[in-house]
């Protein structure tokens, strides 16, 4: 299953949104969507940093395919162009096609750690219960949503959504999240102990050494790290 | 090499660096265009005497070789000023028509680099429409052969260079007097004490009589600048100076890289601004003034210097990737085979002492125990040492593979050869006290490019003040870095070993800010034809 | 706008191919799965941390109600996902560079797909097709893919580290061993700030949006 590469897996999702008005203002259920995603950009952290495990998401709304009018490669484009006579209906027909979607879609796509056992279910439960009201806030306007209340049924819902992956390319790796922030804040500790222990006699490198990881816990995943969505030193 | 270019066409410091042709004295002059149709008038007139980049070592050319040289450059506001059609202004990039100082949160001119603090000249530069920089005029002076070999002869031909650069000043002043309802000369450019001068000189530094290749901080500069395709007279220097292939070999880079209406390397003609007559064999300068904090780099390279195993002069090195004197590293990593290499330098040709000086690769220094990955010269043209990964042995980097015999990527240079800069820097200033950084000295540089964005501010920014291509997170690069701009995060950077050897690899940490940026801005550099139409205010993109 | 979110960056790019040759596509990125020499221009660029590519067959658009319109679509689409780190000029420029085969070999059977050279055409051919992502979440927006493997190697490295210390070890031969830390991690050093700025867009942004603007109050960044 292309959804997932090692312990990491793509999660596609696209939920159509209904087509229509906010009651009472003029403002589509689609356009709506996207302003309370703009609304999340406001907050101190993404709600997102809450759901356990996710390494990188985005949410947009699809408005609609792009129809292709750019010019092409040079190579023969179609059938007719290998024909030495071309009439004007043919090539007409030989335009890329006008494409239309017929309902605007809510985009969610979620890299995270799901284990060996690919555990979808585990992570959208979890995502349930840390962020059902803001779930709420964005899928309220989508077709099918209104049968979600729960955790299961949220999952249900989703998996109804999702698309199957053809690539998963994991350029940096599947460790679980809190393994790749614990290793983050190691790395930039370890940097600058070096840096000032550099040249000291054996027996205080040693000692301070000793210190530094009594200090930053290496095995310690609760101990010191960075929070998830962390932007800035404190 | 079969592309010919057009020499006459486009102008000599885009060809050449003529500090490498025999004139060592530099001056440069900011105007202000008044009046747009005398503004073109004075134009024209300057145009007569622009230098070309003909081959001066044919017959004719030869007689051509100026005693001084004078070049032209504009920026947005200048070509604006001057009646650009909005159709052209509009098809020239966002940042040459935003200019440098706009730039400053991409390029890291921040906190003593930020333009509040540059020359008057410069930081008065888009403030109102009479202190706007519009043209920047460059002028060399040529200094002959001496007459006789010792300190005397040297002596005498320097005053020569110093006198033709005069020469070319005062017909300067002339031509602008004679059109001085169209054009004004701006002055604020500082000199030694703080005294404020009508142009800014640069000068080859000359030791023991002696003209140098040598910048402030002692370091020879300007050796490897990239070699394109189509100019006569670098048909020899090719190695180590054009693109990277496939087994080792050298090949010129695609022209289009550094001038507009000749292909590119990626096969396509640079975009340009519209008519082409406009924009062909043209190109856009980046003009800088860098002042070199020489006590500083003294203490911060004597501290380190103390503390780093292999010596101060090693230390050195290690932050250039050359020897002072310009031995490369990757070719003499210690002082035994540095000075083999120089030995056998003083023998060679002058051809051949180029080659010498820029042909290699990081191929056997992959892992930078060499030369390393924070050095000047690794990170301004990692050559085609980004095409890497972590080895099998410990804090190792190997080339990446994906057959036997087949990098990862197109070509070992990909990541590199759209990133080149031609570079034209000489000092500027003296330096009397080497423990202070009081003064204005330093390196005017002008890095001419076909995209600012995609070469010069991208080599700024992704190599020079971050580094992440160089697996070095932020860590800058250790001469150029605006380190610790914000008093709160200062630098390191590490200096690699041989991770099969018992080295300890060394941190050279707290680099102090070795470089401040004191003016400049972005100028497009028109051929002669572009300059002559412009002069007759004929551009129609129509 | 949030395409940025710190290091990384949020490309979706969303193109059509004709539904009879979808299979083809399917077909290479079968082939690179298997074949993971195809990807390794791709592992040696190193700015991304995850990029996904799902074909949508055109029939295949969720449906999820009776009162949701059925699509009517004459082609299948494929949408791409990438977090890379850098500009967008930065991350296509330096995929065009490197591995324009690579390029050409997933995209090329896409309707009126430009090819990856020259770069103008590709430029304008993403920028097309490209949609915007107004809420975009990265765990670590200090790190960049570089940094999230380095540091694996740093944490690693330092656990193996100390289950090879042992009471009696002396304090010299304890040094040796720590310099042999310090060459093992040599390319593991370097520390991590905030992103340069990505472009001045984006930096207007940033500072005009309240969560991201903290990061810049830094006077390293003042407008």
Known sequence: MANVSGNAYALTVLSPIKEGLVAGKEIAYADAVRDRLYDWNELDNSPMAKVPQTYLCRYFVLDDVYVQSLPSGSYPDNRYDWSPYITDGKRRGSLPAEDR????????????????????????????????????EVWGYCYGFDRVSSAATFAAYIKKCQLETTLFFVGSNDDPLPEQLKALFLKQEFARFAATNQGLPAAELRKNYNEFITRVAPEDLNGPSWSPGQYKFD | MNKKLELADIQGNVLRA?????????????????NEIRGRDFIAAVTERVTTAIDWSTEDGKKLKPNWTANIAFSYQGLRKLGLPRASLVEFSPEFSQGMKARKDILGDQGPSAPENWDPVWERNGKDFESNVHILITLNGL?????????????????????????????????VKEHDDGVAVLGGHCGANGEKFDYQDADVLFEDGMPTAKEHFGYHDGISDPVIEGVPYDEGRVEGRGKLLEGGKWAPLATGEFLFGHIDEAHEYPPAPRPILLSRNGTYMVFRKLHENVGTFNAFLSEHGKKYPGGEELLAAKFVGR?????????????????????????????EQERMLSDFSYEDDMSGAKCPFSAHMRRINPRGSLEQVAGEVPGSMIRSMKGENEGAFDTPGALANR??????????????????????HGIVIMMLNANINREFEFVQQQWINYGNDFKAANDKEILLGNHNIDGKSPSKAVIQVDPESDDVPYIVSDI???VETRGGDYFFVPSMTALRLIARGVIDPT | MSNVAGKAYAMNVITPVRWYTAWLNKLYFWAAVKFPSTLSGLVTLSLIHYARWTIIGRKSFPHLDHRQPKETLKYSYMLFFSNFN?????????????????????????????????????????QYNQIETPH?????????????KSAANVRATLLAFERAASQDESDEAFQKRYHGLLRALQHDLGEMHPTPIVTMAANQVEKRTQWQSRVFEAPNAQS
Not at chain 2, 18 to 34: D, E, S, T
Not at chain 2, 151 to 169: F, K, T, V
Not at chain 2, 333 to 339: F, G, I
Not at chain 2, 422 to 430: F, I, K, N, V
Request: charged share 25%; net charge negative.
């Open chain 1, 101 to 136: 979607l017929q309902s605007r879609y809510l985009v969610f796509s979620s890299n995270f750690h799901a284990g060996p056992n690919a555990d979808l279910d585990g992570y959208l439960h979890n995502m349930w219960d840390a962020i059902s009201d803001d779930i709420r």
């Open chain 2, 419 to 440: 990133r080149r800069i031609m570079r034209r820097g000489l000092p500027y200033g003296t330096v009397s006290d080497r423990t202070s950084d009081k003064g204005n």
């Open chain 3, 136 to 148: 975009y979440y990265n765990a670590y927006p200090l790190a960049s893919s570089n940094d999230v």
């Open chain 2, 512 to 514: 102090p800010l070795l």
């Open chain 3, 86 to 126: 850098g500009s967008w000029e930065q991350y296509v420029d330096s995929f065009t560079f490197a591995i324009p085969s690579g390029l050409d070999l997933f995209w090329k059977w896409n309707v009126r797909y430009s090819k990856s050279v020259p770069l103008t055409p590709f430029h304008d051919y993403i």
């Open chain 2, 323 to 351: 020897w002072k004197d310009g031995t490369p590293l990757v070719l003499a990593p210690n002082e035994e085979k540095r000075k083999a290499f120089q030995d056998k330098l003083k023998e060679a040709s002058l051809e």
């Open chain 2, 18 to 34: 003529y500090g490498r042709f025999g004139y060592p004295a530099a001056r440069y002059v900011c105007l202000n265009v008044k």
């Open chain 2, 143 to 175: 200094m002959p052969a001496p007459v006789t070999e010792d300190a005397n002869g040297m002596q005498e031909a320097r005053e020569a260079s110093l006198e033709h650069r005069e020469q070319a000043y005062e017909w300067l002043l002339e031509v």
